[in-house]
């Protein structure tokens, strides 16, 4: 990577020649650290070793960083997003998204944390479809359903690094990775890329793009587990939340959507004014884990969720061009896994926001289409704008 040399060398020179750029690195354990003074810091976009998968393959954890100091750090194992800093109302500085410190908590089994999940996101029902009059079988993983990609999605594969610079507006890192034909059942060679951005106006954008050589389906997200107070600082139930979502997909007992599309007016899924995630949970059978159908309806970048966290003011607006966003309150986290700075990861610790095409949307001829053709190019943008008040 010749642009990536060049890149290096232009953040080092950067470094040196603006005194005392240097970044005090905070530990892990670490909660939170006051940001240093606006003129010190630059964008920047580095990287350094992050370990082994078992087959022996080198992997890379990389940290973009803005003008006021957030800081993204992302591995290319399964294109993880493994921290991110953000400052509260008083501007210190927290992690806000659930993980683990080292690599080898990524290669056991965990939840999809900051995952890049496909090549189908969410659940496909009795992990088969039909395409063009062909029945495709998909790997079961969830009972009878298919979750996430299978047995070994995206969030399980090492993906090769394309792209890694900051200039003065942002910094970003792509990353690419070829699905091939056949895996975990699905048809057709699929050559992916995700980017990451961190820009200087305190957003993280993540942006996929994707081509097939045969008729496939393809659903991006990334599985971020989000808590506004900071990761492990308890559960997120006092978080307020508003979706631009007047309806819902509901589901059956294995989380697989009946085909209705419901209004949420007059029940507990009702999000449309800010709503303190806790404040009707306890109506919802185990808790949120729901599609929402975006007002948008997909295709243009709009508004899709914004989050508050009352104690340190800490604010999310995500806006994407999907047609739906996935609410999942971390129902399944229950204090056996242990993640950064040793904080322990109790049920509802963290909510997930997975803007994505609708659940087995491949099985549900009135949903939008999941289907990408060959010579066809499959485009998801996502952002993530945070502030504080
Ligand atoms: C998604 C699903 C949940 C669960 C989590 C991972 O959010 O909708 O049901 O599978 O991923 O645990």
Same mark, same amino acid.
């Not at 089994?109 to 944390?113: D, T």
């Given at each position: 990577m010749k642009k990536r040399f060049w890149i290096n060398f232009v953040l080092v020179v950067t470094a040196i020649c603006? /005194?005392?750029?240097?970044k005090k690195t905070p530990t892990p354990t670490e909660p939170e650290a006051k940001p240093e003074a606006?003129?010190?810091r630059v964008m920047s976009a580095n990287e350094e070793p992050f370990g082994q998968t078992a087959d022996g393959r080198e992997v890379t954890l990389y940290t973009l960083t803005n003008t006021n100091g957030l800081r993204a750090r992302i591995t290319n194992y399964g294109a993880i997003l493994v921290s991110l800093e953000v400052p509260d109302r008083d501007g210190n500085l927290a992690d806000i998204t659930l993980g683990f410190d080292a690599l080898d908590g990524y290669l056991a =089994? +965990? /939840?999809?944390?900051g995952a890049t999940v496909g090549r189908y996101a969410n659940r496909i029902g009795k992990a088969r479809f039909v395409l063009d009059g062909v029945e495709y079988e998909l790997a079961a993983n969830d009972g009878e359903n298919h979750l +996430?990609?299978?047995?070994?999605?995206?969030?399980?594969v090492v993906w090769r690094p394309e792209d890694l610079w900051a200039n003065d507006n942002e910094a970003l890192l792509k990353m690419s990775y070829i699905s091939e034909d056949g895996e975990e059942g699905y048809p057709g060679n699929l050559a992916c890329t995700v980017t990451y951005t961190l820009t200087k106006d305190d957003e993280l954008k993540i942006s996929y793009e994707a081509e097939a050589d045969k008729t496939t389906v393809v659903n991006l997200t990334n599985h971020s587990y989000f808590n506004l107070a900071g990761q492990? +600082?308890?559960?997120?139930?006092g978080h307020e939340l508003t979706l631009n979502a007047d309806r819902y997909t509901p589901v059956d007992e294995g989380l697989i959507p009946t085909g209705e599309i419901r209004s =949420?007016?007059? %029940? /507990?899924?009702?999000?449309? %004014? /800010?709503? %303190?995630?806790?404040?009707?949970?306890?109506? =919802?059978i185990g808790g949120y884990d729901h599609n929402y159908v975006l007002n948008s309806g997909g295709g243009t970048l709009a508004l899709a969720a914004r989050v508050y966290e009352p104690t340190t003011g800490r604010v999310m607006e995500i806006h994407t061009i999907e047609p739906g966003v996935q609410l999942y309150t971390g129902n399944f986290l229950d204090g056996t896994l242990t993640g950064k700075g040793g904080k322990v990861y109790k049920k509802h610790y963290a909510f997930c926001l997975e803007t994505q095409h609708f659940p087995d949307s491949p099985n549900k001829s009135n949903f939008p289409s999941v289907v990408l053709q060959p010579g066809q190019k499959y485009t998801s943008v996502t952002e993530h704008k945070f502030s504080t008040r």
């Open positions: 603006i /005194p005392g750029c240097k606006k003129e010190a =089994v +965990h /939840p999809y944390f +996430h990609g299978g047995n070994k999605g995206f969030d399980k492990g +600082h308890g559960d997120i139930l =949420v007016k007059d %029940s /507990p899924m009702d999000f449309t %004014s /800010p709503m %303190s995630i806790g404040s009707r949970i306890k109506q =919802v």
